[in-house]
């Protein structure tokens, strides 16, 4: 870890109404679901108690993620023994629990900033921390632009405003067309054939575990944990991708994270170094031997983020 006068940057050491669907938190969390403006059905992973008097937390998965990648960072924040807070955990609509879409074409941005107004409108959220990874993350920075959503801080895990051709064209050729797979052992080969090259040192028991948030059970085999007709959302050309500096610049008085993995093909090092000339105050985390996205299940990274999401209850000043 070393330390800058305009930013701290830290590398690990190598290691509208709703219901809840039974009141169980011995995983942790309780399902929400929660009615979206177009009468779709979503799910929300809710980790502790609405009545906490620190900010709460909303975690914004991939967009080929669910709810559950969060599931270590959530229970811990939830769990925070100085200031537990309310911790919410979406399912987009096509993934995890949500009700998919008859119409593919509603995967979509916009679609989404309606779904997650909702979400936050039910739970009565004025003001919130963001944790975006990749997908999430372009959420996070664009509710910045989009009143009336007050934000209190900035998680960007893995992503930044200029999104990495490479990066994405590998996501298309995954997104909606993954094998079908036997058991969750099975599921953990393909996933290490898909992804060895940008997490380099995850352990067997890791990739079991990726492959049970990637695939759930069906009838005698698994089924992807999203909409396989989400590919349709990746049919835009790749020749004139968009950039998000105006929505990055509307973080400017907003305390912003940024996780990075040390092997990823999305958020370049370049465009790190261009979003720590556009602003005084930023904290970069680096996961070594993970590429996009890190899975934020590391105790070390769950501490930094703790650490963050804390300072942001502190009012900056003036």
């Known amino acids: 870890m070393f330390f800058h006068r305009r930013h701290r940057e830290s590398h690990f050491p ?9 009141t169980d938190l011995s995983q942790g969390f309780a399902s929400v679901f929660v009615t979206a403006q177009d009468g779709l059905t979503l799910h929300v992973r809710r980790y502790g108690s609405g009545h906490a008097c620190a900010h709460s937390v909303v975690c914004l998965p991939g967009l080929a993620r669910t709810a559950a990648d969060f599931h270590p960072l959530a229970t811990a924040l939830a769990a925070d023994p100085a200031k537990p807070r309310l911790v919410l955990a979406l399912d987009y609509r096509g993934h995890g629990q949500s009700q998919y879409d008859r119409n593919p074409k509603n995967y979509a941005i916009r679609v989404a900033l309606a779904d997650l107004s909702a979400v936050l409108a039910t739970f009565e959220i004025t003001s919130a921390i963001f944790v975006g990874t990749s997908f999430g993350g372009v959420l996070a920075m664009m509710l910045a632009v989009l009143p009336p959503a007050a934000v209190a801080g900035v998680i960007l895990n893995d992503i930044g405003p200029v999104m990495e051709l490479r990066g994405l064209m590998r996501i298309k050729s995954y997104v909606g067309k993954l094998p079908i797979a036997r058991n969750f052992e099975e599921g953990a080969e393909i996933l290490r054939w898909l992804f060895e090259k940008q997490f380099t040192k995850l352990a067997p028991q890791d990739w079991i575990a990726f492959a049970q948030r990637t695939w759930r059970e069906g009838d ?31 973080l400017a008085r907003i305390p912003l994270m940024v996780i990075r993995g040390a092997n990823s093909d999305m958020l370049a090092r370049p465009t790190l170094n261009a979003m720590l000339a556009r602003r005084d105050q930023l904290e970069i985390v680096v996961m070594p ?10 105790p070390e990274v769950i501490r930094r983020i703790a650490a963050f999401v804390a300072s942001c209850d502190v009012p900056a000043p003036d």
């Not at 190598?14 to 039974?22: D, I, Q, R, V, Y």
């Not at 031997?289 to 590391?298: F, I, V, Y």
């Open 289 to 298: 031997d993970q590429g996009h996205a890190p899975l934020l299940a590391e």
């Open 14 to 22: 190598e290691p509208c109404s709703h219901s809840a669907a039974g």
């Open 220 to 250: 005698g085999t698994l089924v992807p944990s999203h909409d396989p007709k989400l590919a349709r959302a990746l049919s835009f050309s790749l020749e004139h991708l968009p950039t998000l500096w105006d929505q990055f610049d509307a």
